[in-house]
């Protein structure tokens, strides 16, 4: 290029630069906004009252309370079963568990619904955003069935469980948050999903020597508890520790709740007597909820959910407005990414990323729930009626102004057109689920031989 030439290029490109106008255009220029990483953090029988934000005053959970200090603790958050492997059954698909039969852990005391595993054609959280282009993992527990359908069948590009298909993880120990943390040091360049599945509270409790130190000044059983839930806590803040020095924590939706309710507590009498002992030192709270893990009361299935995505999620916030469920994490998180899911995966959720930006979103669709055969729930509204697999024996409870669901306040036959009204509904969403489990679900092998499960998950 002659020289004369390349005077007037320059002269052009420092006129532009200088131009007023060119300024103007440069800082209206529209920017696209990344898209969000997701972490969904998912305790074992962490209670509701297991935070030290909620109220408790023995149990610490500094990493949990800066967690809600930084975002939305949402305080009518329901899982969609009172036990674990239906209750990620719904937080994974968007769907009732009992839409797939699954209504008990997998494992050999389960009724003929139930299949030996989730459907993998069933829609996933990791498969819509895989399918938008981000990298998914999961790492921890899984106990969704176990057979023929891989990880990968499900979405989920890196994983690492117990539980579960493919490559295992030990629950105990620090090696589910140090895979997490691995994963999100390798992707912090892309958007990923990332489940992180923890198994504290759950039993057998294996807390750390350092944890329990720690505590040696209570007594033995909230000693152990205490050290349980001081691992957990420090696990929840591995992960954020990892996403702030990656430079990820202001573009990453932070998810923390729980499969269900605390572990039943055992008594001290029954410590020497055979599989007692498990229960023992589980002194899980619900912070006043009745009922606990196995219920299908409060105190079975409300948990912790906080919410943490700065700059949509205000800081400090406590929602105590929106009721959130399970099966509303599929829609919520495409939502949330930009995504739009196919029409085959319409389930029983609602879209309410509005509310994760703060807003007091009201729910429109009914919450069901079924235990195994036995106990069936619905709630619409504040009103919630508990009732028998036949609808002969109920309970009906406004929880605006009776959380606890005390006994004592049933309001079944104060407002019998309600119970009637809530009654008939339940038994007949109840109607339309599977007696048997799709033949593609199930495997060869006698479910005697895959009792595993059932007893260490």
């Known amino acids: 290029m002659k020289p004369t030439a390349m005077k007037t290029l320059l002269a052009l490109a420092a006129a532009l630069l200088l131009s007023p106008s060119a300024m103007l255009f440069a800082a209206d220029a529209p920017k696209t906004p990344a898209r969000p990483n997701i972490v969904f953090i998912y305790a074992d029988d962490w209670g509701w009252g297991d935070l030290s934000c909620h109220g408790n005053t023995w149990l610490k959970t500094p990493n949990l309370d800066r967690l809600a200090n930084e975002g939305i603790d949402f305080q009518q958050f329901n899982v969609l079963h009172p036990v674990c492997s239906p209750s990620r059954v719904a937080a994974m698909t968007g769907r009732y568990p009992a839409r797939f039969g699954i209504n008990h852990i997998f494992g050999p005391n389960r009724g003929p619904e139930m299949p030996d595993w989730l459907d993998s054609r069933a829609p996933t959280i990791p498969r819509y955003l895989k399918a938008a282009g981000y990298r998914t993992g999961h790492f921890g527990k899984w106990h969704m069935g176990e057979g023929r359908p891989t990880m990968a069948d499900y979405g989920i590009d890196e994983s690492a469980v117990y539980g579960g298909p493919g490559p295992k993880i030990d629950r ?90 605390p572990e039943n507590t055992g008594s001290p009498d029954q410590k020497g007597s055979p599989g007692a002992w498990r229960s023992y030192y589980s002194l899980g709270e619900t912070g006043g ?49 930009g995504v739009t899911p196919p029409p085959e995966a319409q389930g029983d959720g609602e879209n309410l990323l509005a509310a994760l930006n703060g807003q007091p979103v009201l729910r429109t669709r009914p919450i069901f729930w079924r235990y195994r055969s036995t106990d069936l729930a619905v709630r619409d509204g504040d009103w919630k009626l508990v009732t028998n697999f036949d609808g002969t024996q109920s309970e009906l409870h406004n929880l605006k102004w009776n959380r606890a669901e005390d006994a004592a306040q049933d309001q079944s036959k104060a407002h019998p057109d309600i119970t009637a009204r809530l009654t008939k509904m339940v038994l007949a969403w109840n109607a339309t689920l599977p007696t048997k489990p799709d033949p593609t679900t199930l495997s060869n092998e006698p479910r005697k031989k895959r009792a595993k499960l059932d007893a260490d998950l």
């Not at 943490?308 to 495409?334: E, I, M, Q, S, Y």
């Open 289 to 337: 909820l009745r009922g606990r893990k196995r219920s299908l009361f409060e105190g079975g299935v409300r948990v912790p959910f906080i919410v943490r995505w700065p700059g949509h999620a205000p800081a400090g916030a406590k929602n105590d407005t929106t009721v959130f469920t399970a099966v509303d994490l599929l829609p919520t998180f495409c939502a949330a990414a």
């Open 172 to 261: 105990s120990g620090d090696e589910i948050p140090s895979r997490a943390v691995q994963f999100i040091e390798a992707h912090k360049g892309r958007p990923f999903y990332l489940n992180v599945w923890l198994h504290e509270s759950h039993l057998n409790h294996t807390p750390s020597p350092e944890s329990l130190e720690q505590w040696k000044h209570l007594d033995e059983r909230k000693r152990i508890y205490a050290a349980v839930i001081t691992d957990g806590d420090r696990k929840v803040g591995m992960i954020l520790d990892a996403l702030k020095r990656s430079g990820l924590e202001q573009n990453t939706l932070v998810v923390f709740s729980s499969d269900n309710g």
